[in-house]
């Protein structure tokens, strides 16, 4: 009982402010075996593997911020899937954020990839590696026509659907996000076998990157699933449904100021907490 409350002071502590993560101050994985913990969006990783920064057919980005960290089973499958793309010749794969060294929270940018089983991964494909200097500041190449919410006809291509296919035939993979419109074009293709495109899940913000989720490994009981997406291929009015819909112009009316209450952060699992004091 006192040790639960202990780590529940902890993470009192080291939650505060809210725009500091203590998981970002860590630099090493623990040593062990290898374990994802807790739910994507709110859990950590112990026993971490590092994703070499080069490798057959891919690249990561960005290295600096020490986002390359994942369970086994997330590295396995990037090498893996690399390697599948080297040999259809569609280009060098881009990597970007998977985990920190104890996955964890991020101050910013993420609300999942807390246990190691998330990455992302551009749907940018090079002709050959880029330099260091390139990689530590990648342009994005857009997708989409946000504005307009249609595809990029210059950017988007066999390749890049080719890509997210590879991906999602994996049998490791539970779910990949990609914007809309993406989804769309995905949905459009006469595909041999469609059945993978029930994976391939609708979110705003992935215009240029897809976003990978694994299935919780075997034998990692503290690992909380996420529910089987819908069935079908999620082609038809569930797709529809994300469509922007015109919306009459209102009458200009005095703003009125309203304070957003801050969001409420779960705690971490007990198994998380004592990732931190380790």
């Known amino acids: 009982m006192l040790r639960t409350v202990l780590l ?21 994985p623990t040593k062990g075996e290898s374990e994802s913990i807790g739910a994507y969006n709110n859990g950590c990783l112990a026993g971490g593997e590092d994703l070499p920064l080069q490798g057959d057919g891919y690249q990561v980005m960005r290295s600096h911020r020490g986002r390359y960290y994942g369970h086994p089973d997330t590295i396995a499958f990037l090498r893996d899937l690399s390697q599948r793309v080297q040999k259809l010749e569609l280009g060098q794969l881009l990597v970007g954020d998977i985990a920190m060294p104890r996955g964890g929270r991020f101050s ?26 390139e990689l ?24 890049q659907a080719k890509l997210v296919q590879l991906a999602a035939i994996d049998e490791r993979v539970a779910r990949i996000f ?26 705003w913000g992935h215009y240029y990157h897809f976003h990978v989720r694994l299935h919780c490994p075997e034998g ?10 819908p069935s079908g291929d ?9 469509k922007p819909k015109v919306k009459p112009q209102p009458q200009p009316q005095k ?8 969001k409420k ?14």
Do not use: F
């Open 220 to 229: 990692d009981s503290s690992c909380r699933p996420q529910n089987a997406p």
């Open 265 to 278: 952060l779960s705690k971490p699992p007990e198994q998380c907490l004592a990732l931190l004091r380790n």
């Open 234 to 242: 999620g082609c038809g009015a569930e797709l529809a449904s994300w």
């Open 136 to 159: 530590i500041d990648v342009e994005p190449l857009p997708m989409v026509h946000l504005k307009d919410y249609k595809i990029n006809q210059e950017n988007w291509g066999k390749e």
């Open 255 to 262: 703003k009125k100021v309203v304070k957003k209450a801050r």
């Open 8 to 28: 529940s002071l902890l993470w009192l502590v080291v939650v505060q402010p809210v725009t500091a993560s203590p998981w970002e101050k860590v630099d090493a």
């Open 178 to 203: 990609v914007h809309p419109v993406i989804k769309e074009q995905l949905c459009k293709r006469d595909w041999a076998a469609r059945g993978w495109l029930r994976k391939v899940r609708p979110w």
């Open 108 to 133: 910013s940018g993420h609300a999942s990839h807390q246990t190691g089983l998330d990455a992302d991964i551009w749907l940018k494909l090079t002709d050959k590696p880029l330099s260091q200097e």
